[in-house]
């Protein structure tokens, strides 16, 4: 087991390396200049000196290589730089944006959970039944609208004509309710879809015509035995989309002016805010190591057949 966690433990840290190095060579290589930029904001044309000092101050002067070790060896330091626009320190930046994005992570998740899987065991129960069909053409209309056409749509009928919102975010819970609204929409939909076809696989084997030969209910089975067998992919599933808004549902948080992670990256791309950029990706690829080491550990919570080789879990 000792020896399967040091592997693992190398492989995660080369990714990381391997990640944020990329990142330095494509801000690195990227038009603009941010001492430019910075000092494009205070209104007045910066001569080539004030650029040239204002680029040392920022530490852009130095040969890539540096400047990489030295974010490398300020972030085992807990120090992740400070960003070019604000001053502040990334870390505060990242954090302030982080509730706001896992409000919004968990909310749509738990919420498409709480959707998508009862709405498709009954249309695995009632297969090409009236029900069956209207769900299937009712989800395949959500799932070809893009994100931030669903947003418009929700922000002009429910702020503008019913009056329900503010066109501008709202205080406290009420500011979710619209962002995470069109995530469920689009998430829910596709994942009816997704599991209606994982549902159907399980509802087709060989042991759940026995148990029905048995006697056993349809309901039964399917909340018993379907949905048990089928969790494995389901949570390869959820595990996947919560990384994937952890890191920002950065269409729906800029739509509806929540400043979340996504928010802050997209600020920080327009505005050539490198340390803020790299930080974010770092952000990125902990989020996801961490979520599949996670969604790993529970497949053998949930089926103990899945095992490492010579027998060890995982």
């Known amino acids: 087991m000792s020896n399967i966690f040091i592997k693992r ?4 840290i080369a990714t990381l390396l391997a990640i944020t190095f990329l990142t330095f060579v494509v801000s690195y290589l990227s038009p603009g200049d941010p001492a430019e930029i910075k000092l494009s904001k ?21 040969p890539l290589p540096v400047q990489y070790f030295s974010w490398l060896k300020g972030i085992l330091k807990g120090d992740m730089g400070v960003s070019h626009r604000t001053g502040q320190n990334v870390s505060a930046v990242l954090g302030k944006a982080f509730p706001k994005t896992l409000t919004i992570a968990l909310s749509t998740v738990l919420l498409t959970t709480l959707i998508a899987i009862p709405i498709a065991l009954l249309c695995v129960r009632y297969t090409d039944s009236l029900f069956d069909r209207v769900i299937q053409s009712t989800t395949y209309m959500f799932v070809s609208m893009p994100s931030f056409i669903v947003g418009l749509v929700l922000l002009y009928v429910l702020a503008v004509r019913l009056h329900w919102f503010s066109v501008t975010p709202g205080q406290g819970l009420k500011g979710y309710v619209m962002p ?15 599991m209606r076809t994982i549902f159907s696989n399980q509802w087709s084997m060989d042991y759940v015509a026995g148990l029905i030969a048995k006697g056993i209910s349809k309901r039964r089975v399917l909340h018993r035995h379907v949905l048990k067998n089928s969790l494995v992919p389901i949570i ?16 729906v948080e800029n739509i509806f002016s929540v400043p979340g992670i ?26 996801y190591i961490l979520i599949n080491f996670l969604i790993d550990r529970t497949y053998s919570v949930i089926d103990p057949r899945i095992r490492l080789r010579k ?3 995982l």
């Open 9 to 12: 433990t190398i492989a995660l």
């Open 42 to 62: 205070t209104g007045m044309p910066p001569s080539p000196e004030v650029i040239e000092e204002t680029r040392k101050a920022m530490g852009l002067d130095r």
């Open 180 to 194: 995470v609204s069109v995530l469920v929409l689009s998430m829910s939909s596709w994942y009816i879809r997704q």
């Open 236 to 251: 390869t599933l959820l595990g996947n989309s919560f990384a994937t808004l952890m890191v920002g549902a950065t269409i």
């Open 262 to 287: 996504g928010h802050v990256a997209i600020e920080a791309v327009l505005n050539r805010d490198y340390p803020v950029i790299q930080g974010f990706v770092l952000w990125t690829a902990i989020i």
């Open 311 to 313: 027998g060890e879990t």
